[in-house]
């Protein structure tokens, strides 16, 4: 069986497209959250195999719970997916949807992994060198894992940047060993 992330990447593309060429990407992204939301909960999930329950109904229940916040492009794109079946792949469309248009508007999620807490003059510089490195914005998320020991470890999607001290002190027994 196909991976959901997978069956659900037409759907993020065709949704961001379609948010695109409107200019309504900030709308479009809190719309799908919305839905995704309603999908992820677990009475909602107990409809999604149900053969009790129609896709029409499914979809107006979807829309209603959601909200006014779900306009009309967002009405047809869960009615769509309900009709193709797709309702349970909403929170990954969601997740796609917000990839692709974090891309489009410049932005990278940078998760920032520390010894100790970083004080806000810390996260500032860090988060200015990090946007003249990666040439985008950086959201950054930061975290505390006492057994870096010292350092810190940047994760910006594929890029890994390990400046802990934990990690130094790995390679420098690995050296002597070897």
């Known amino acids: 069986m196909a991976d959901k992330t997978t069956i659900a990447r037409p759907y993020a593309r065709a949704a961001f497209e379609e948010a695109q060429a409107h200019k309504h990407l900030g709308p479009w992204s ?3 959250h919305r839905a995704a939301a309603v999908i992820q909960d677990e009475r909602v999930q107990n409809l999604l195999g149900n053969p009790a329950v129609t896709n029409d109904e ?3 229940f979807v829309v209603d719970l959601a909200g006014p916040q779900l306009n009309e492009q967002g009405r047809n794109f869960v009615q769509t997916l309900a009709e193709n079946r ?3 792949y909403l929170p990954e469309i969601s997740t796609l949807f917000d990839e692709l248009k974090d891309e489009a508007e410049g932005v990278v999620d ?4 520390s010894a100790a807490p970083l004080a806000d003059g810390q996260r ?3 988060a200015s060198a990090l946007q003249r490195r990666l040439k ?6 930061c975290e505390t894992d006492p057994s870096l020991l010292g350092g810190a470890v940047l994760r910006a999607g594929d890029l890994v940047i390990d400046g802990s001290l934990r990690s130094r002190l790995n390679r ?3 050296e002597l060993a070897a």
């Open 172 to 174: 420098i027994a690995y």
């Open 58 to 60: 499914l979809a107006k």
């Open 136 to 141: 985008r914005q950086v959201r950054l998320h």
């Open 124 to 126: 500032d510089s860090l």
């Open 30 to 32: 809190e719309s799908l």
């Open 86 to 88: 797709r309702l349970a």
């Open 110 to 113: 940078v998760t920032v992994t």
